[in-house]
T-cell receptor, first 112, second 110 residues
Framework: NAGVTQTPKFQVLKTGQSMTLQCAQDMNHEYMSWYRQDPGMGLRLIHYSVGAGITDQGEVPNGYNVSRSTTEDFPLRLLSAAPSQTSVYFCASRVRRQETQYFGPGTRLLVL | GIQVEQSPPDLILQEGANSTLRCNFS?????LQWFHQNPWGQLINLFY???GTKQNGRLSATTVATERYSLLYISSSQTTDSGVYFCALEVGGSQGNLIFGKGTKLSVKP
């Protein structure tokens, strides 16, 4: 198993541009989520999904969209990038609630 | 919402020393995990431990759910133990989201 994969590893955007961060897992996990990590803030939940077709907002959802058309993929879309979205983004998955969560390697995003 | 406090925020050790990291939380939890974020940014599962005690090599963890705390023990520390240690909680009755503490930054000196 490849586990949780994320692309790209690093991205530079200009303010106002849009982009999609890709996340995929091959473990048949129902539960997937996106976090952002900022210095001194720990990890904060952006959006999550409990299965294909089901998504919901986390702690910091503004400026981000998600969809879950398949069990494997959970892309995160930035609609109009802002400097405040400069961060490291982690995707995670687990089989279900109350189970071990696994993280992808992260995407480092810089918005100028 | 639930409060998660990790202590100490920073810890510097000499190689070979032992340490205890603490995670206090303010509500009952269904899930508690410890993660290690290495200096390259990778987040690695250490323990899934909503209650009880587990050991994995030089690391062990104990969660006392009734008293709302968890401890991570690192014995005979090595330079490769450096990084940030996070505890993350899933609150009972929630949608299953993991709430992260702000972490303990550990530096192990040779």
């Amino acid at each position: 198993n490849a586990g949780v994969t994320q692309t790209p590893k690093f991205q530079v955007l200009k303010t106002g541009q849009s982009m999609t961060l890709q996340c995929a897992q091959d473990m048949n996990h129902e539960y997937m989520s996106w976090y952002r990590q900022d210095p001194g803030m720990g990890l904060r939940l952006i959006h999550y999904s409990v299965g294909a077709g089901i998504t919901d907002q986390g702690e910091v959802p503004n400026g981000y969209n998600v969809s879950r058309s398949t069990t494997e993929d959970f892309p995160l879309r930035l609609l109009s990038a802002a400097p405040s979205q400069t961060s490291v983004y982690f995707c995670a998955s687990r089989v279900r609630r109350q189970e071990t969560q696994y993280f992808g390697p992260g995407t480092r995003l810089l918005v100028l | 919402g639930i409060q998660v406090e990790q202590s100490p925020p920073d810890l510097i050790l000499q190689e070979g020393a032992n340490s205890t990291l603490r995670c206090n939380f303010s509500d009952s939890v269904n899930n508690l995990q410890w993660f290690h974020q290495n200096p390259w940014g990778q987040l690695i599962n250490l323990f899934y431990i909503p209650s009880g005690t587990k050991q994995n090599g030089r690391l062990s963890a104990t969660t006392v759910a009734t008293e709302r705390y968890s401890l991570l023990y690192i014995s005979s520390s090595q330079t490769t133990d450096s990084g940030v240690y996070f505890c993350a909680l899933e609150v009972g009755g929630s949608q299953g989201n993991l709430i992260f503490g702000k972490g303990t930054k550990l530096s192990v000196k040779p």
